[in-house]
């Protein structure tokens, strides 16, 4: 089936600089794509979505891109803080699926060094 | 609000042997989700639910069964316990409107199948 994916497993970034992290997907009729954070030993916590029409949206600190031509998805932080360390999740959601599932993607560790 | 609720938080079971996990959210979701998510990897959805009496299957839902006798509650059953279960099991719920998709995670549980 189709699936959401990531480019790099591991970010290491320096505190007060900007992170990106990418998602290639490959499911186009997607309604909306999320990322999730994830903290150690802990579950996922929504971070921010974006619908399929858009392709731009900003939350605190953190914007999502979407580039549906080359089917990409990027989260970037800014001014990464260490509370940032965690893994990163993206997930598409699909409307006409039963039950809102997602889709999630394998997951980026970032890393934020002092 | 507790939000999601999962118990037990850690588990270690010998093969062959069976348990039920616990899952319980105080939101009025009517959709309830169990995922799996094997180390360095994404969530797989194993079951999920629209409603109480009401359950499907997701992407791996051998070794599984669930049932939903009530809103709040959504309990994954193993019968016979096998080293390919070892995993930490998240369970999710949410709204069922589509404008308010968005899944909230328990803590989880760690199980180990030696």
């Known amino acids: 089936g189709e699936s959401v994916g990531l480019h790099l497993p591991t970010l290491s970034v320096q505190e007060g600089d900007n992170s990106i992290i990418n998602c290639a997907y490959s499911n186009s009729a997607s309604d909306y794509f999320i990322w999730y954070k994830q903290e150690s030993g802990k579950g996922p916590q929504f971070i921010i979505d974006?619908?399929?029409?858009?392709d731009k949206r900003q939350g605190q600190r953190v914007t999502v891109l979407l580039n549906k031509t080359v089917k990409h998805l990027s989260l970037q932080i800014a001014a990464t803080q260490p509370g940032d360390s965690a893994v990163y999740f993206c997930a598409e959601l699909n409307l006409r699926n039963a039950g809102n599932m997602l889709t999630f993607g394998g997951g980026t560790r970032l890393m934020v060094k002092p | 609000n507790a939000g999601v609720t999962q118990t037990p938080k850690f588990r270690i079971l010998k093969i062959g042997q069976s348990m039920t996990l616990q899952c319980a959210q105080d939101m009025n979701h009517n959709y309830m989700y169990w995922y799996r998510q094997d180390p360095g990897m994404g969530l797989k959805l194993i079951y999920y639910s629209v409603g109480a009496g009401i359950t499907d299957k997701g992407e791996v839902p051998n070794g599984y069964n669930v049932s939903r006798s009530t809103t709040e509650d959504f309990p994954l059953r193993l019968e016979l316990a096998a080293p390919s279960q070892t995993s930490v099991y998240f369970c999710a719920s949410s709204y069922s409107l589509a404008q308010e998709y968005e899944q909230y995670f328990g803590p989880g549980t760690r199980l180990t199948v030696t």
């Open positions: 974006i619908r399929s029409n858009m």
